[in-house]
């Protein structure tokens, strides 16, 4: 049984939820008119933000970049404090101008986006940290290819965040001796925390998203094979490439042939509870009862029942899995903590920025939605947007557009099989964007946060923001993308 201290230190994130929910006013069954609004933010407040209310959104990205490069040990200590300033930075003018509509705006964003969000990883870095592989193999070139490989296929059925939370220990603890780590662990932000999410709509939010709006199941696995294969192909070549020449410069060279004890997996039975995460995601994918208004803020039933879910099988996985077990897989509640309190942040300064894409032609950014035509364009500006802002309301921003360019009044369920039929290039090109290009920095999804935070406490001093971007993604994913643009969308 797990220590009354591993309790409190995981109870900081679901009991926040728990609190946010109880102070919400009282539940009541959503009427027909409010169920047709259900999670639309207001059509207007796209048109009437200004370009500039997006600064306080620009000023914590520069933080998270700027803060532990120039102020580490600032940074470590304060980093929730510099989140929630730049969120009361919008919040508090935004209040006083938009009122009780700001307020709901606000609540929305939590309620619907933030909190499932934040359990959804919770649940998933509970159960995995309960997995314990022993006797991992010693990280040769052939190895890591081999656990990236591994870790790359198992996104697309347990999720980008899943599998990296599965992954990502063993793929630690097989380097350990090792001195060069770092590209490693870059490669496994490419490929394991996002590129591999690419095949079914359990990989990835966005893809999710399509499910709920008439994408079959299957459709990604069968349309996306040939481009998640190609990337993935390519990575790791090069990776393969890059990690002999560094394991020849060893000094000295780990022997891939001690074995310190037999290989065996401790704490097997929180694959149980990672089943039930996704049987929980995609029930609530499948399942529509009804919904209910909290504070104005229409939650779905399944949502509500998801999220319970979700938190039963991180208790359970608590409850269930030794103490010893959890200290041996280096485990601690840091890295969760500093997602938790950071997206707290990024997604109140991400409301103008959301709220004014959707405004399309009437928002601010109205132009340059105008400029998107061809497949290629859909591929760099959901994969470029994707990179920065939440890839799932910017899959859906222009999965929309495309609706709309082709079968504009069309029923949605009959437009998206007649875009699948007819120009299924431009679905792709939107799905693999924003997928793909996740990949381009720590904060293009999820995982990629928590990966580098858990690097980091195992000793793997990882780059800034800045420079995952200037000296990895951009020199290897941006030509690499260059090339899936020619070969698939040109």
């Given at each position: 049984m797990v220590a009354w201290r591993g309790w409190r230190a995981a109870a900081?994130?679901?009991?926040?939820?728990?609190?946010?929910?109880?102070?919400?006013?009282?539940?009541?069954?959503?009427?027909?008119?409010?169920?047709?609004e259900a999670g639309a933010t207001h059509p207007e407040l796209g048109t009437m933000l200004p370009l500039w209310t997006i600064i306080p959104f620009v000023g914590i990205l520069l933080s998270i970049a700027l803060g532990p490069l120039l102020a580490p040990r600032f940074w470590h200590h304060h980093f929730p404090k510099v989140s929630a300033f730049w969120a009361l930075l919008f919040a508090a003018p935004f209040v006083l101008v938009f009122k009780g509509e700001a307020l709901r705006e606000i609540l929305h964003i939590y309620l619907i986006d933030y909190l499932p969000f934040i359990i959804l990883l919770w649940a998933l870095f509970t159960a995995s940290g309960g997995i314990l592989l022993r006797g991992a193999p010693v990280g040769t070139p052939r190895v890591n290819v081999l656990l990236l490989a591994i870790g790359t296929v198992i996104a697309s059925w347990i999720g980008t965040t899943g599998a990296a939370m599965v992954m990502i220990r063993p793929l630690l603890r097989a380097n350990a001796a090792r001195r060069h780590r770092m590209h490693v662990i870059i490669f496994f932000i490419f490929l394991v925390a996002n590129i591999g999410g690419s095949l079914t709509p359990l990989g990835d939010p966005p893809l999710f998203l399509g499910f709920l709006h008439s994408v079959p199941f299957f459709w990604t696995m069968t349309n996306l094979l040939p481009h998640m294969a190609f990337v993935s192909v390519v990575l790791l070549i090069v990776f393969f490439v890059w990690d002999t020449l560094l394991y020849r410069r060893e000094e000295p060279r780990p022997s891939s042939s001690v074995v310190t004890e037999p290989l065996r997996i401790e704490g097997a039975h929180n694959f149980l509870f990672l089943a039930g995460v996704v049987g929980a995601v995609l029930m609530s994918g499948m399942w529509r009862p009804g919904e209910v208004n909290v504070a104005g803020v229409h939650l779905g039933i399944q949502d509500l029942a998801r999220n319970g879910l979700l938190l039963l099988m991180g208790a359970l996985s608590l409850w269930t899995t030794r103490a010893e077990t959890r200290q041996a897989n280096g485990f601690s509640w840091f890295p969760i903590k500093e997602?938790?309190?950071?997206?707290?942040?990024?997604?109140?300064?991400?409301?103008?920025?959301?709220?004014?894409?959707?405004?399309?032609?009437?928002?601010?950014?109205?132009?340059?939605?105008?400029?998107?035509?061809?497949?290629?364009?859909?591929?760099?500006?959901?994969?470029?947007?994707?990179?920065?802002?939440?890839?799932?309301?910017?899959?859906?921003?222009?999965?929309?557009?495309?609706?709309?360019?082709?079968?504009?009044?069309?029923?949605?369920?009959?437009?998206?099989?007649?875009?699948?039929?007819?120009?299924?290039?431009?679905?792709?090109?939107?799905?693999?964007?924003?997928?793909?290009?996740?990949?381009?920095?720590?904060?293009?999804?999820?995982?990629?946060?928590?990966?580098?935070?858990?690097?980091?406490?195992?000793?793997?001093?990882?780059?800034?923001?800045?420079?995952?971007?200037?000296?990895?993604?951009?020199?290897?994913?941006?030509?690499?993308?260059l090339l899936v643009t020619f070969v698939f969308f040109s």
């Open positions: 900081s994130v679901p009991v926040l939820v728990l609190i946010v929910l109880a102070a919400a006013p009282a539940v009541a069954p959503a009427s027909p008119e409010g169920a047709a997602v938790a309190y950071l997206f707290a942040g990024i997604f109140m300064t991400i409301i103008p920025a959301l709220a004014i894409l959707r405004a399309g032609s009437a928002g601010a950014l109205a132009g340059l939605l105008a400029a998107v035509q061809t497949p290629a364009h859909y591929f760099w500006m959901a994969g470029g947007l994707s990179s920065f802002l939440d890839n799932a309301p910017t899959y859906l921003t222009f999965f929309n557009s495309a609706l709309g360019k082709f079968f504009h009044g069309v029923p949605e369920s009959q437009a998206v099989a007649m875009l699948i039929r007819e120009n299924k290039v431009y679905l792709q090109a939107i799905s693999v964007g924003a997928v793909f290009m996740g990949a381009n920095t720590y904060i293009g999804n999820a995982p990629n946060f928590m990966v580098r935070s858990i690097a980091e406490e195992a000793g793997i001093a990882m780059p800034s923001f800045f420079g995952y971007m200037l000296k990895y993604s951009i020199p290897i994913l941006i030509p690499l993308f």
